[in-house]
């Protein structure tokens, strides 16, 4: 079989690209498979978009008059803000898909700090709601993002029906990655 028909370049291991330069963009080139290269390519794409999402929850949130909270922080205003429902700490942490609950409780407990949330109890239950400053927050949060983030995506044409269809896949390679992850975590007990 030619270097052509197995997708390798000739002389090496790696895979061809599938995009015009020849060349793949991948973070950790080692971990490349011959079966999935596309998917070491999702995952250093994934890491830079991580990043730069991170960063603007930061810098928008900052905007927006609030210049000390970092991403959790942020994420944890946002979830606790929607549907303007309390919400237990477990229900935070799985709508979210974090295991850490000590991560989130330590958020939660900024932004109490902040006078953005507030705790209530009900029987032994602990709930967690946005208060009047911390739906302002996101509302202010909202605004800077429809000057600075939506204005540009329509500008520049961005199919945003197509943003929603690959929101869908991220979800379901996140379910992927979670199993993968569970499964990994039996290997070595």
């Not at 409780?105 to 032994?124: C, F, M, P, Q």
């Not at 993002?145 to 197509?162: F, N, W």
Request: with cysteine.
């Amino acid at each position: 079989m030619s270097d052509e028909q197995t997708g390798k370049t000739p002389n090496t291991s790696e895979p061809k690209a599938a995009t015009g330069s020849g060349r793949r963009i991948v973070a950790s080139t080692h971990l490349v498979s011959e079966r999935a290269a596309e998917l070491s390519e999702f995952e250093f794409g994934l890491i830079i978009a991580g990043h730069a999402f991170n960063r603007w929850m930061v810098r928008c949130m900052s905007a927006a008059g609030y210049p000390d909270l970092n991403p959790m922080d942020v994420i944890i205003l946002h979830t606790v803000n929607n549907k303007a429902r309390d919400k237990k700490l477990a229900d935070i942490c799985f709508v979210l898909n974090v295991e850490d609950t000590h991560v989130v409780n330590y958020a939660l407990k900024r932004l109490e700090e902040r006078g953005l949330v507030i705790r209530t109890k009900k029987g032994k239950e602990v709930f967690f709601l946005a208060t009047d400053a911390g739906r302002d927050a996101c509302m202010r949060y909202r605004a800077v993002r429809e000057e600075c983030l939506i204005e540009a995506c329509v500008a520049m044409g961005i199919d945003l029906k197509a943003v929603g269809a690959l929101s869908g896949q991220l979800r379901a390679l996140s379910g992927l990655y979670g199993q993968g992850a569970r499964a990994a975590s039996v290997l070595y007990e």
